[in-house]
């Protein structure tokens, strides 16, 4: 396979079965979300960490057929990180949603990257975050410079 063949595989896998994967687990949050009877929480639990499995071995696929298609970047560890951060947080979600008792979650992500994190046409990443955590009845504050990124997200917690 070609290294262009390999991008586009990629992009369609990202674009695709990635992002349908990811809508499918908002899904299955939204209907654990609601009042219902354990056993079926429990059965969509177990479902929804399932899915996070498979869109973790997506991600691994996408990158790498990129890693392929650029095989001088040295980034083998990338996938394996991605898929460990996910798991630790969304069992650290689950854990405060389950057992907290909070009222209010909040999320803080930082990195000292390059910074410039803003709205770009034809990106709507972060747009994204910004409805999902509007959606969720929740804040977010961005503060993106020279020195990194930082997200800080702030949500009222629902008990049933």
Not at 5 to 15: I, T
Not at 110 to 121: E, L, Q, V, W
Not at 130 to 148: H, I, K
């Amino acid at each position: 396979m070609s290294t262009s063949q390999r991008v586009r595989l990629a992009q369609e896998l990202h674009d695709g079965i990635a992002q349908d994967l990811v809508g499918l687990g908002y899904a299955l949050d939204f209907i654990y979300a609601k009042e219902g009877n354990d056993e079926l929480r429990s059965d969509l639990r177990n479902l929804r960490l399932d899915v996070i499995t498979l869109i973790d071995r997506v991600r691994l696929e996408i990158f790498e057929l990129r890693n392929s298609a650029h095989s001088s970047e040295d980034l083998d560890s990338v996938p394996e990180v991605r898929a460990e951060l996910s798991r630790i947080f969304n069992e650290i979600i689950e854990n405060s949603i389950n057992h907290s008792g909070a009222s209010t979650l909040e999320i803080s992500v930082s990195d000292n990257g390059i910074g410039g994190a803003y709205n770009r046409a034809g990106h709507h990443g972060l747009q994204g975050i910004a409805e999902r955590t509007q959606a969720l009845g929740g804040d977010l504050e961005l503060v993106s410079n020279f020195t990194g990124t930082h997200f800080q997200l702030s949500i009222p917690m629902k008990h049933t």
